[in-house]
């Protein structure tokens, strides 16, 4: 899917009945943060071949070097719904699954209107 231009989200934004909140919510290592980054690939923010290695919503340093999330980070995603053409904006928060951050989770659950429950079902 090409990129959404600027002009097209912002005239998104004016219609708030169509706009969705969500955030990721899983355990650590389960794959929020890949998962985010192949929903990046969809709307061309990223290549899909660095879906999963880039890491685009862990914006620190520090998260970079550890390879987890400590910081929820949002961003506005395009979705058009093929069986009426209803388009959405999606606001994505990608939030931490370590303990140690769960300030970051619950405030990231508070403004959603709903979560991704994201589960291994390899490691538990």
Do not use: W
Not at 80 to 88: L, S
Not at 90 to 95: E, G, K, T, V, Y
């Amino acid at each position: 899917m090409p990129i959404v231009p600027p002009s097209k989200l912002a005239q998104l934004q004016c219609n708030t009945r169509n706009i969705r909140n969500v955030c990721v919510l899983a355990h650590v290592d389960h794959g929020k943060t890949t998962l985010s980054d192949a929903l990046l690939a969809t709307n061309g923010i990223i290549s899909s071949k660095l879906a999963g290695k880039i890491r685009y919503l862990d914006s620190r340093e520090d998260e970079q070097q550890r390879g987890i999330t400590m910081e929820s980070s949002g961003i506005s995603l395009y979705h058009k719904q093929t069986e009426n053409d209803t388009e959405y904006l999606i606001n994505l928060i990608d939030s931490p699954g370590h303990v140690d951050f769960s300030s970051e989770v619950a405030s990231a659950a508070r403004l959603s209107d709903g979560a991704l429950v994201l589960v291994d079902v390899l490691e538990g």
